[in-house]
C-alpha cells in the first residue's frame, strides 16, 4: 500500500525580544507563534529565542544562536523554521543559505494560514494577492513557497539566476491578473452593501480567537463555522436579525491579531468594509486570555487604520465561565459574558437592541413601525 496522508511538518521557532521584555511576554508571543504553526499542520519541537537591542541586520539572530538553531535542525530532522517577525529579503537569503531549509517569518505564515482558510472567491483572491506581492522582492534560489503555483516539489538548490527571473515574472503575472480579478468582485460587493443601505448594520471584531463566530451563531440562530482555532474565519458572514422587533445585519469578520501584514490589511479592505460602513460594533475580546488588554490595543490600532475607530461599540467581554474573578471593565459601554454557557448574553441582546434602536431612530426619526423595514 502507498501512504498518501500530508505528514506534517517538523519545525522550530525563533524570537528575538529586547532586553527590557519580560520573560512572560515573550512566552506568550511564543506560545501565539505556536498555535499559529499548528494551524498550518507545522508539529514544533523547539524553541529558541534570544536578547537583542536589535535583531542582526543580516541573519535576525546572532551567530552563536544560528549555529544553535543550525545544530538542531541537523540533529531533529526539522522541516521549517519559523520566525517571530518580518525577515527582509536580505535577512531571508542569508538564512536559507545558512540553514538550507524552508524558512518561514510571521507575515508569510499568517498569509498562508489565510490561504487555507479563505472559502470565497473575493477573500482567496485578496490572500492570493497579499502572498504574491510579499513573495515578490524574497524569492531565493532555494524558495519553496511557489510550488502550488510552478507545480514543483521539494527544496530547489542551484536553479540559478534564470529560473528566478522567470518565477519573478509569474508572479507579477498573477499580481495583475488578480488586481483586475479583484476590482470586478469589489464593484459587485459595492452593489451588495449599497443595496442595504437604510437598514442598521452591527459588525464583529476582536483578536482572532476571541469567540465571535460563536456568538454570531448565538445572536443569529443561525450555524457559522466556530472553532478553537486561529483565522477560524476569514470571510465576512453577513446575517439578517431581530431584536425586540428591531432588525439588522450582523456580521462577523475575519480576527485581528498583532503584527498583522500590512499588505492583507490592504488587500482585506473590501471586505473589512462590512467594519467601516456599520453603525455598531460589538468588540469581542477573550476576557480569559492574560494578555486581553494588549489584544484590545491590537484591535483598536487596527480599526483606526482602516478608519473605522470613531464608531459606537460595545465591548464584550466573553469567556468570563474561564476566569475566577469578574474584570474591571474598560472605557465606554461593555459588558460581561460567557457565550459557552450563555451568562449575560440576554443582557447583551437587550443592550444592543436598545443601540439598535437609537441608530434606528436616527435614520427613521419619524417612523414608528419596525416591522415594515
Known amino acids: 500500500m502507498i501512504e498518501t496522508a500530508k505528514k506534517n511538518e517538523r519545525g522550530i521557532l525563533v524570537a528575538v525580544g529586547s532586553k527590557s521584555e519580560s520573560e512572560e511576554r515573550m512566552t ?3 506560545d501565539e507563534l505556536e498555535f499559529l504553526s499548528q494551524t498550518l499542520q507545522i508539529d514544533i519541537v523547539g524553541k529558541f529565542t534570544q536578547r537583542l537591542e536589535h535583531p542582526d541586520s543580516k541573519t535576525f539572530v546572532g551567530k552563536g544562536k544560528l549555529e544553535e538553531i543550525h545544530t538542531a535542525c541537523t540533529m531533529d530532522d526539522i522541516d521549517v523554521v519559523v520566525f517571530d517577525d518580518d525577515l527582509s529579503p536580505s535577512q531571508l537569503r542569508n538564512l536559507e543559505r545558512e540553514l538550507k531549509i524552508k524558512i518561514y ?5 499568517i498569509l498562508d494560514i489565510f490561504l487555507k482558510r479563505a472559502k470565497t472567491a ?4 485578496q490572500v492570493e494577492l497579499a502572498r504574491y506581492q510579499y513573495l515578490l522582492p524574497r524569492l531565493t534560489r532555494m524558495w519553496t513557497h511557489l510550488e502550488r503555483q510552478r ?7 542551484g536553479a540559478g539566476e534564470k529560473e528566478i527571473e522567470t518565477d519573478r515574472r509569474i508572479i507579477r503575472d498573477q499580481i495583475n491578473v488578480l488586481k483586475k480579478k479583484l476590482e470586478k468582485i469589489e464593484k459587485q460587493s459595492l452593489t451588495q452593501r449599497k443595496s442595504r443601505t437604510g437598514i442598521v448594520r452591527v459588525a464583529l471584531v476582536g483578536y482572532t480567537n476571541a469567540g465571535k463566530s460563536t456568538l454570531m451563531n448565538i445572536l443569529s440562530k443561525e450555524k457559522v463555522y466556530a472553532k478553537d482555532e486561529l483565522f477560524a474565519t476569514v470571510d465576512s458572514t453577513v446575517r439578517k436579525v431581530v431584536l425586540n422587533n428591531l432588525p439588522f445585519l450582523l456580521s462577523d469578520t475575519v480576527g485581528f491579531i498583532r503584527k498583522l501584514p500590512h499588505s492583507l490589511i490592504e488587500s482585506f479592505k473590501s471586505t473589512l ?5 456599520a453603525d455598531i460594533l460589538l468588540h469581542v475580546i477573550d476576557a480569559s486570555n492574560p494578555s486581553h488588554e494588549d489584544h484590545i490595543q491590537v484591535v483598536d ?4 487604520e482602516i478608519e473605522a475607530g470613531n464608531i459606537t461599540t460595545i465591548r464584550v467581554y466573553n469567556k ?3 476566569i475566577e474573578e469578574p474584570i474591571a471593565n ?8 460567557s457565550a459557552k454557557t450563555g451568562k449575560g448574553v440576554q443582557e447583551l441582546r437587550d443592550l444592543l437592541a436598545e443601540e439598535v434602536k437609537k441608530v434606528h431612530m436616527k435614520i427613521y426619526p419619524n417612523y414608528m413601525h419596525p416591522e415594515v423595514y
Not at 273 to 277: F, I, K
Open 320 to 322: 468570563i465561565d474561564k
Open 105 to 109: 517569518d510571521r507575515s508569510l505564515l
Open 273 to 277: 468594509a462590512e467594519v467601516r460602513e
Open 122 to 125: 473575493q477573500a482567496k483572491t
Open 330 to 337: 474598560g472605557k465606554g459601554m461593555s459588558i460581561q459574558i
Open 151 to 157: 507545480g514543483g516539489t521539494g527544496t530547489r538548490g
Open 28 to 30: 506568550e508571543m511564543m
Open 301 to 304: 490600532e487596527t480599526l483606526a
